[in-house]
């Protein structure tokens, strides 16, 4: 019943299998691929009829996790998949990136690749094996791809780089980085780095393209055992490119570049992208005129000859004359401005604009509450570093619904997230959750670099303490047989007819992401090393104008920003703070407008709206934990009213009596007249008795209070002027930092701008 052809290879340390014949033999190719025990099914099916071209290659890849192949049962209502993840949609873009530029230009089927996750062992992550079965489908259905490719992840721990590593291992990897490309050159690379030098990294390419190259031989040999579908030639007529053969369609190319070459060279020189659109409309539409009238030419031909047209133009402009898009040269970077805090009341804010594209980006701070929550094969995971990237239509003149974010937004965010987490304080240190929006308000080119710098800046605006700027650049390449040249920062134009986009972030310290798609069969790694030269000069002149913002993180957090405070107390007042079923706990949060974590070995995270509310907070916890001392003054709320006096809870956990005597100076007929139930007061603890019974006074309080008025007046009449003008503090000077890693250092940031000179028990 079943014609099953199986090959396997031991790649790695693990066994890589493919498997066709057996599953989903109605597609146009069906290929069981396994790593270990890991198991992915991937299905290639392209329509049978052609459609008119549209401009692009009409090719889909979709990849699925289904949480049963761990085990797992969804959580949520529904109990099933449904939308795809980020993450899946992220793996869909990993795989669709390499395979799209080795399609024919000619081919305009429908085609669609589903790579669906069947088994997970929880060692051998999926998006490897799904790549790779992806390519020996596509090849083993005659699907007119050049050649077959392949991909593998690459890791560096303790010095030595690791193929494949597993997800625990990723975790102490300074790189995560997947390479994907054929037997001669690399067509994509996805990674992200912790602050590594370029050489390093190149040398994870060539490695990763050792591996990559045993693979693609392994797919030709399986591919030809199973009897490989000869590719069929897209027909003429929906080639998407119907007269580049025909003799009329040669005779208006060369009409239009007599008419309007040297017209299209000068509109590429002007450096302001709305004015370059607007002068190459009104000429096509001029030459369409002219030609069609004069000539009788074919509208559609002079469309297609007009952008062949530019096209030519700009990539002779660049290998001949080494002039560019706006009148650069290869190495020029565009004019950038930098402006923080550009919004009020937000926590952070930068506009950062390179040339005509912008990114206006904002910074978050929340709290623990404000984490993100993702589910995967591994389980549950929970985020304080959020990334968001918008591109709504306006920013490139455009008129389109607007919908959720696209795989393009979600790729971008994503690659930004790379860049800047390398630089993100850890949890330990800074324990808020951080949500970046990133707004593309303009866009020509390199707008997810921008959103790099702009997060950067916006991060310091707010004062969350990253160790130092990251600057991101995008790389484009024009290639023209064995001759190319680099460009850097590339503009839209560049970026749609150029062969490359390679987008690279770093910080001083080294790179943090890079990221690369390539148009055609491929690049070397002696052109990706002098892109990387390239680009790190001119991410050392972004990084420069962005220290010239802001060099540093600001001291506080905005005072719009929550504050969150750790402190610790001993394990044995763990349940007096708790309370009896949470009781004193749950009082504690509504009377202090605070949220109160505590965990088993004594650590308490109080999180709050404002300062104020964090140090009632803690107030109220450390008269639980050290108890009431005598002598001090409390406020509290009055409980019960008697004929001899009124009890007072003054503590979470501790209550008194005040008695008649100490409510007022003047005696008291009635104690009504005086005092009510409810009623909050401020009361003054005189004495404990054997009994443990807590004696307050109102009265005390009150005399207190006059003693204090008549000090003040008087250090009014003997102070200074200047000294008159500062503001008091009931904590003064320098405290030590109380919370497990402080190590007894003094902790000199505070969350009020710097005015309270008081003790601040805080990780950062």
């Known amino acids: 019943m079943f014609k099953i052809i199986q090959k396997e290879i031991n790649w790695g340390g693990s066994v890589l299998r493919l498997e066709t014949g057996k599953i989903a033999r109605q597609a146009d190719a069906s290929i069981v691929a396994s790593?270990?025990?890991?198991?992915?099914?991937?299905?290639?099916v392209s329509e049978k009829k052609e459609i008119e071209s549209r401009g692009f290659l009409p090719l889909t890849v979709n990849y699925k996790?289904?949480?049963?192949?761990?085990?797992?049962?969804?959580?949520?209502?529904f109990k099933r998949e449904t939308k795809p993840t980020d993450r899946e949609t992220l793996i869909s873009r990993l795989i669709d990136r390499p395979l799209r530029p080795l399609f024919s230009k000619k081919y305009s089927k429908e085609t669609q690749i589903i790579c669906t996750v069947l088994a997970y062992d929880g060692e051998n992550e999926p998006e490897m094996a799904a790549l790779i079965g992806a390519s020996a489908a596509t090849w083993l259905a005659g699907l007119p791809i050049s050649e077959p490719i392949a991909g593998v992840r690459v890791g560096y721990v303790k010095g030595e780089f690791i193929m494949n590593p597993p997800r625990k291992s990723l975790e102490e990897s300074e790189m995560d980085l997947v390479i994907a490309g054929t037997d001669s050159s690399v067509l994509m690379v996805e990674s992200e780095i912790k602050e590594l030098d370029s050489e390093l990294v190149l040398g994870a390419i060539a490695y990763g393209h050792e591996k990559v190259r045993e693979v693609v031989k392994f797919i030709h040999e399986f591919t030809a055992e199973a009897g490989r579908v000869t590719p069929a030639c897209a027909t003429q007529e929906h080639c998407g490119e119907p007269c580049t053969k025909s003799a009329e369609y040669d005779e208006v190319l060369a009409a239009v570049k007599a008419e309007v070459g040297d017209k299209i060279a000068e509109i590429f020189r002007l450096p302001c992208k709305k004015a370059r659109m607007t002068a190459f409309s009104v000429l096509e539409r001029a030459l369409i005129d002219k030609l069609v009238s004069e000539r009788e030419y074919h509208q559609k031909y002079i469309d297609t000859a007009f952008h062949a047209c530019?096209?030519?133009?700009?990539?002779?402009?660049?290998?001949?004359?080494?002039?560019r898009v706006g009148n650069r040269s290869p190495e020029d970077i565009r004019p950038i401005e930098c402006e923080i805090d550009f919004l009020p009341k937000v926590h952070g804010s930068a506009l950062f604009t390179r040339g005509n594209t912008q990114a206006l980006v904002t910074t978050t701070v929340g709290t623990g509450y404000d984490e993100q929550m993702s589910e995967d094969l591994s389980g549950v995971k929970m985020e304080n570093f959020i990334m968001h990237y918008t591109f709504p239509p306006y920013s490139v003149g455009e008129v389109k619904m607007l919908r959720a974010p696209g795989r393009r937004e979600i790729g971008h965010g994503k690659l930004a997230f790379k860049a800047l987490r390398a630089v993100m304080p850890s949890k330990l240190k800074f324990p808020y959750t951080v949500r970046i929006l990133s707004e593309v308000t303009e866009s020509d080119g390199s707008s997810s670099m921008a959103t790099v710098c702009g997060t950067s800046l916006a991060l310091m605006s707010a004062g969350v303490p990253i160790k130092q700027h990251v600057a991101g650049i995008a790389m484009g390449l024009v290639k023209n047989g064995e001759e190319y040249i680099v460009l850097s920062d590339i503009t839209g134009e560049e970026d749609h007819i150029g062969d490359m986009d390679f987008?690279?972030?770093?910080?001083?310290?080294g790179i943090t992401a890079l990221q690369m798609d390539i148009k055609i069969g491929g690049v070397t790694l002696e052109i990706m090393k002098k892109a990387l030269n390239q680009a790190t000069q001119g991410l050392n002149h972004i990084l420069s104008i962005l220290n010239n913002a802001i060099e540093h993180p600001r001291p506080e957090l905005s005072p719009n920003a929550p504050r969150i405070t750790v402190i610790e107390i001993q394990k044995d007042k763990i349940r007096d703070v708790i309370g009896t079923g949470g009781k004193t706990i749950r009082e504690l949060c509504e009377e202090t407008n605070s949220k109160i974590e505590i965990d088993q070995s004594g650590k308490i995270t109080i999180m709050?709206?404002?300062?104020?509310?964090?140090?009632k907070a803690i107030a109220a916890i450390e008269a639980i934990t050290v108890g009431p001392e005598v002598g001090k003054l409390y406020d509290g709320t009055v409980t019960k009213v008697t004929d001899f006096g009124a009890f007072v809870k003054f503590t979470p956990t501790s209550e008194g009596l005040v008695h008649i005597s100490e409510i007022a100076d003047t005696r008291i007929t009635n104690i009504g007249d005086f005092i009510k139930e409810g009623q909050a007061v401020q009361v003054k603890l005189i004495g404990i008795d054997r009994q443990g019974r807590m004696k307050l006074s109102i009265r005390a309080t009150l005399a207190a209070s006059e003693k204090s008025d008549k000090e003040t007046i008087s250090s009014k009449d003997s102070s200074s002027p200047t000294e008159t003008d500062r503001p008091s503090s009931k904590r003064n000077g320098p405290t030590v930092n109380n919370t497990p890693d402080s190590g007894g250092k003094k902790d000199e940031r505070s969350s009020d701008g710097g005015n309270s000179g008081g003790k601040k028990k805080r990780f950062f």
């Open 65 to 77: 996790e289904n949480l049963c192949a761990a085990g797992k049962v969804p959580g949520g209502f």
């Open 310 to 323: 530019q096209s030519d133009v700009l990539r002779n402009l660049v290998i001949e004359k080494k002039i």
């Open 503 to 509: 987008k690279v972030t770093a910080s001083k310290q």
């Open 608 to 615: 709050g709206a404002s300062q104020a509310a964090v140090e």
């Open 35 to 44: 790593l270990g025990e890991t198991i992915v099914l991937i299905t290639v």
